[in-house]
């Protein structure tokens, strides 16, 4: 951020009075600009045991496959954020279950959060972010080729729990780990 949306004069980086981090300070009106996490919002949509899953046609990880999810919109909960990104990523209206993973992603400053959802049909499509969508067994899943961590950490859940016949609510962290120098 280089300027205010207030005002438009510059801004700098300092720790505002009464706070402890670093945030963007407008040095003519003082306006603090916050920065908070996104939320990304999806489902875990499945049918007779099997698992809806979109091929990207977008970038980041073009060609990949993932969970259908996607930016939570302002004044949309998640639950309204999950079954529209559904909808316009698999073409695929679902009956939400139960909220199932919170992960959290502190390097990219986003949360990530599935809902176990049942399709309501066999209908479903490519929306414009998917290159294809494609129902998997379970035993099917393309692990080699999942776009994401937080849709690997989740698919890896929701198979455990299918063999548990327990599905509770998970709370994850992914952390980058830097490799060390000359590695």
């Known amino acids: 951020m280089k300027y205010c949306s207030t005002c438009g004069h510059p801004v700098e980086q300092r720790v505002p009075e009464g706070d ?5 300070v407008c040095i003519s009106c003082e ?9 990304v919002a999806g489902t875990v949509p499945i049918w007779q045991g099997q698992v809806l899953l ?12 993932t969970l259908p999810a996607g930016f939570m919109e302002n004044s949309e909960t998640t639950l309204e954020a999950a079954t529209r990104e559904t909808w ?3 073409l695929a209206e ?3 279950d139960n909220l199932y993973t919170i992960i959290h992603v502190p390097h990219i400053d986003q949360v990530h959060m599935f809902y ?10 490519a929306g414009e972010e998917s290159l294809e969508t494609r129902l998997f067994a379970l035993e099917d899943i ?10 690997r950490r989740t698919l890896e859940l929701y198979l455990e729990d299918v063999r548990k016949e327990h599905f509770p609510v998970h709370v994850d962290d992914i952390r980058y780990r830097m490799k060390p120098q000359g590695q």
């Open 88 to 90: 316009e990523e698999a």
């Open 116 to 125: 176990r959802a049942t399709l309501t049909s066999e209908n479903f499509g």
């Open 20 to 24: 402890n981090r670093h945030r963007y």
């Open 31 to 39: 306006t603090i600009h916050y920065q908070n996490p996104r939320i």
């Open 94 to 96: 679902v009956t939400v």
């Open 142 to 151: 393309p692990w080699d080729e999942l776009s994401f961590p937080t849709v």
């Open 54 to 65: 979109c091929r990207r046609a977008i970038e980041p990880r073009y060609g990949y496959w």
